[in-house]
């Protein structure tokens, strides 16, 4: 079965020190990858996806298809940055689920 | 507001009950996806229309779990003879997807507490 880890359940930085969510994938192929975000009191959103390869608030994301892993990185973190983040590559399959990773909550502290 | 809209946001209910909950998607989507959350833990994947055909079933869901997109639109997600282990955020999302995947458009959930 297709699983996503996300090792860190908290992670705790302060403010303005480099961040990185680790997120590790177990099946191979060319996924297509996404990073979700819930902050507190909003609905869960997309931060970014891998196949545009934009940098959302100052987040990226690269694709390590060696390690199957998809960490999400920013250089500078800011207090506004806490949130949970939940890491979702979709099945390439045939079918188009998407399976979320059990989530990081970021912490950063002032 | 024209994104995802769920109702009812909260329901409380007596175990053996049964319960409905309905996801409006964003019009044009074509795709419609159940997940379930409990504390602590990311979506679960319940189950996903394109248009009215419901494509894939978690096998989380149980007999007592029906969902419904029937003319394409709105989905109904219901649940018969729940029990405690029920209790949780029942989210939905939409998707526009012309190609491969696309981005997932959330609701704000429903929340289920079964006493």
């Known amino acids: 079965a297709q699983r996503v880890t996300q090792p860190e359940k908290l992670l705790s930085v302060f403010k303005g020190a480099p961040v990185e969510l680790k997120c590790n994938y177990s099946?191979?192929?060319?996924?297509?990858l996404f990073w979700y975000v819930q902050y507190s009191r909003q609905r869960l959103q997309l931060l970014l996806r891998?196949?545009s390869r934009e940098s959302i608030k100052g987040f990226t994301a690269d694709l390590n298809k060696g390690e199957t892993s998809f960490h999400l990185k920013k250089p500078f973190a800011q207090e506004e940055d806490s949130a949970m983040y939940y890491c979702?590559?979709?099945?390439?399959?045939?079918?188009?689920?998407?399976?979320f990773g059990t989530g990081t909550r970021l912490k950063v502290l002032a | 507001d024209t994104g995802v809209s769920q109702d009812p946001r909260h329901k409380i209910t007596k175990r053996g009950q049964n319960v409905t909950f309905r996801c409006d998607p964003i019009s044009e989507h074509n795709r419609l996806y159940w997940y379930r959350q409990t504390l602590g833990q990311g979506p679960e994947f319940l189950t996903y229309?394109?248009?009215?055909?419901?494509?894939?079933k978690s096998r989380l869901l149980s007999d007592r779990f029906s969902a419904e997109r029937p003319k394409g639109s709105f989905s109904t997600l219901e649940i018969q003879r729940t029990e405690q282990g029920d209790s949780a955020m029942y989210l939905c999302a939409s998707s526009l997807v012309t190609g491969v995947t696309g981005e997932l458009f959330f609701g704000e959930g429903s929340r289920l507490t079964v006493l």
């Open positions: 979702a590559p979709p099945v390439t399959s045939g079918t188009y689920k998407y399976i």
């Open positions: 099946y191979s192929g060319s996924p297509e």
């Open positions: 229309f394109q248009n009215e055909a419901q494509l894939e």
């Open positions: 891998h196949i």
